[in-house]
């Protein structure tokens, strides 16, 4: 049997994890929002008119940040639609979904929502058709106490205090030419700039995140981040970026690599905004928001064009499989090994659009596969980040060369000692034993060891079988002499939690 | 006396006329709207309030496409200012023409009235002060079914089926610093790209028209076309041409030779776009719009600069000679012989501002000279264009050098197989004997021969005179041996339908 | 004791004062409108809410231009939030200064104030959120007489007639990276230029004036000027200029020579203007609106962060001594100078904010030191200025090197043949004796001569002591042979009267 290998010593840390790694992402579009969180009708609806089967799942994710609303919906809207009294909102064209949208959630609704299930909105601006006065005005209406046009309309609108909203997307994906509004990179530098600080002036107690690359393969990749940066560097708190997987049956190997790809991304993206610090002779370090990530079967979808007006359609409902969350796992695993410059992380989306989360309108919701191991590293992925320099063997993969089987990261939790260990192995075959060097963390004597791993690799939940596929307790884990030897099922994602 | 020949083979063709080739332009400007086509006091308005002579006369044209509402007009106008109940529709400054704008007519009166004339709007969005947003909201009320904020508005201001436009303009000459809101090519081209975007993401199937340059003395003729199809080409179908000749009277040879401009700039704009069709290694070709074209008496307008506030004033309503109605014919001729690229074209304007109708508030309306040439070649012009290869004698010019006495096109209707001639004679005091031959279409044996000319070449219509000037029927043609002379008279325009 | 000379011809002119030169500043900031010329309570407000005791200071200075409503207020105002019923009025967040502004004085009010105390108004549009619309609508708000939608609306707000308001600002310091909706200079002379064709559109009549740079130290001073008149030269008539000058205790000799810093800068632009001309083969100049100028004690100002939301905070209320007075005066001097190309001038501000008049909310208005060689200045500061080739000795300054210590010019009324010498002397510890040639003017055999000086030159006004300083009369002047020498006290402003 192959072994690998790691060393876990809390003397060596790549940082904290920001809490805000773990979170996902609300877009109206689809079936998120509509029959998704939100169904007045739905036998659990609370008050509000929001589903408690869902908010029940999403607690139980608790993802600290919700990004809102959009994604490419922002780009077109009109945040004023989303408040006041429901009956007078307008139904809206969504061009980015090609959706009509009703406008009965909008940011109070949401917001709200957010709070209840132990989540912070993340609002996003448009940027796309409007500009700096929608921008500052939204910002006044969510943060300002009152005594003013937008804030006493919040007031009336029955928020009497402020939403205090922290964190906020200057516009999303406005290097893609699919967006509505879409930019040149000076062209949204400046008007990111200009809008940054306007909001800033509203409230300079938020943070802001720039728009980076949608994705790797894009023509200004990396361009784009510094002509971004270079205009609106002190400006900004974080840069995003944007990256989905697709499952393609055809290479399994490399797809179970996707971290290797998210991994160059990030690496990229540091190298391009410390370079521009460098130029810029800025002091301060600009974070990375990796605010839309996910595996998805964008082969599957027919684009914007295939879409026609109605109201949250299905779109994108991609059922997972057992690789997809293995793969997810591994994709987790490479945020947290970038933890020091990965500030926030958003998994596209919450539910039911390439969602964890899975709702049908008037019936059940369910755990997705994927959901697994999201969860599990959102509750107990938490404090230090540790350097566990890990050794053993490779295998050959179509995209990458080659890539190690063992896919790991330690986490430490400074207060009650313990030490998890996320790991994936990605031999599709074989099992992997793990060897674990802990001489340096004394008091760690045993542990549980959970997995996700299944003999069908493509196994699903899904409303007739929501629980077909679930973590399983592997047998406890016992350390001797500082070190134990933890066998990785083929093709499966792990938690061992040391104590 | 001089002969001139040509060959007509249906073997040849140049390709088929586009019946948007006749297309005229309603802008709001001087009295071509008010007083115009629209006079609800007028003693033969429709329970619309439009005139009843005028559109008799437009329909006698038949205009497949009528642009609207502008020219300059549109790159100040909100065109919310023209829906709803009349009574709450405010007065504006037009800046363009410096008059009152009370929008009494709007969207839906004017696409209503030009369908029950038997045309098709060809819609002029705002890019001078406005942009993408606005642009969409236009067409969800004019093109979206219902169920939406503007549809339904729509819908409630009395016409629930869509407007169904298909034919839309990016703005309006924003190349010329007299527009409002004037644009480089690089931001017109920006602009117009993410306009067109989220128009076709409203409506798929509507056709687009960037702007091209406002004259061919434009200092960025051609670059202004290669830049702004860079940015636009994949999101447009068409980019416009705008030309106006003057007939300064010390040089008539000149001027009869206008259409020698005029397909100089055909060419040059063919070649521009074929050249960012190159570089760009598109697959599609963009066509031609010469959505503004006519001879005006341009020397004798102050300018925007001599125009005070008034509402709809008497603006440049030139008095046609027989002269300007030769050239006239000569100009659509030479849009004939590029009938594959040229698919639209807009004689502006249709009433009163240079326009082939003219009316008199409270009295009659009638047919300028140039109105003969225009209606006639609407009607029997449409067809199969062909390669005639004209040879014949030549004729000095100050402006253009030696050019060709004879003027000709043929169209072939393939159903009848009836062919007809249009043919100008510029020799202004001989006629021309045009030698057909026909020996290729056997079953030709005859033909009418309409001509406009005139004793007097500066003869005019005008409301004491309406009908001064009118077609003359010549003798008949009989076609022997395949062949068939046809005498031209000195300063003529000539429609020769053989069958 | 030391000697300087001057010459008075007045065969030898620089060029009329434009009485403009003499302008001052309204903005929305700290207590500048509201307490300061607005406060319905206070026991000397006339029907309008306006301070009667503030007016009568006002009026003492006639200030000929009152600059309005900012500044950088302006650059995130809407105009449409200040005219209508109060009661309907918005507050809104000013993000330019941190404020709340209650918008209880708009341009109605300010207009009306403004022409009741003799001053016109010079108002500035928004070009940092907004654009042409809004500024073309604000146009004709004012400037229109009727039968439109904006003019009807100043109709109905209690203004039949226009306002006419023939000055105006295109936006504000939009070079400067703190003004909402800064812009690069292309960015700003582009819109700049739109909005001027636009506006020239509305009211032909009206002169306009660009923004140059916020002051000499910016890093695109000069490269802003250039670029901005290459793109509005033929749209507008002025270009601004802004200059403020630290009274900074431990160098004293440099501060008293701020005036050589300003004449550097109104050099430098000058040449700019001039060359942009030559370039562009322009036939007109571009004259010179000084639209800021006075001195702040800027380094007692936190910045814009420091500041938090409150109404009309007590923002930089300097406190204006004997020194900053003279240098004020020498200012005045310095832009006389500069009456060929300087056409507009306006001490920043008014009231309060670093103002010549101080009020208290429900208390007395003074006059600070500055307010009396300005008031003096604007009142007898009119005609010819001439070339007087000044002569004398220099003083060491740290900043400037050898400064002359007199400063000095001199203003001929044709009319009543009067002339009027102003004199600054910069030594600090003695008088200097001022000899003026007057043979060229034989008509001028004595004069009153009166200064501005102290025992202790950090000597202030204030609530307590209001006229703790004030202009003095020394001992009348008589011409003899055409010759007369003066006394000027150390370190004084001086005015002398010669009839």
Known sequence: MQHAALTVDPAFRIGEVDPRLYGSFVEHMGRCVYTGIYEPGHPSADGEGFRGDVSELVTEIAPPVLRYPGGNFVSGYRWEDGIGPRENRPTRLDLAWRSLETNQVGVDEFTKWARRTGSEPMMAVNLGTRGIDAARNLLEYTNHPGGTYWSD????????KPH????????????????IGHKTALEYGRLAAETAKAMRRVDPTIELVACGSSHQKMPTFGTWEA???????????????????????????????????????????????????????????INLSFDEWNVWYQSRFGGEASLDWA?????????????????????????????????????????????????????????QTIFHPYALMSRHGRGQVLRIEPTGPVGDTEAFGDVPLLDATAVHDEESGAV???????????PLVLDLDLRAVPDLVAGEHTALFDEDPEATNNAERPDRVTPRTLPRVRVADGRVSVELPALSWNMIRLR
């Open 227 to 285: 002509t971004v940066l270079t205009e609106t560097y002190d400006l900004v708190d974080h840069i995003s970026l944007h990256s989905y997987y697709d499952p393609l049956p055809e290479d399994r190997a490399s797809f179970l690599a996707s971290g290797v790809n998210l991994e160059r991304m990030v690496e990229a993206v540091v190298a391009t905004a410390d370079h521009v610090r460098a130029v810029g002779r800025h002091r301060k370090r």
């Open 153 to 160: 309309l919040r007031r009336a609108n029955g928020t009497p």
């Open 420 to 430: 998890t260990v996320f790991a994936v192995n990605r031999d599709q075959h074989a």
């Open 164 to 179: 205090d909203i922290k964190l906020w997307c200057l516009g999303n994906e406005l290097d893609g030419p699919w967006q």
């Open 311 to 367: 109201e949250h359609p299905r779109l994108i409902e991609d059922e997972y499989s057992v690789v997809d969350a293995v793969v997810v796992g591994s994709l987790l695993i490479s945020l947290l090994r970038h933890a020091d410059r990965v500030r926030i992380a958003c998994m596209a989306q919450l539910v039911n659009v390439i969602g964890p989360i899975r709702s049908e309108p008037g019936g059940p919701a369910w755990r």
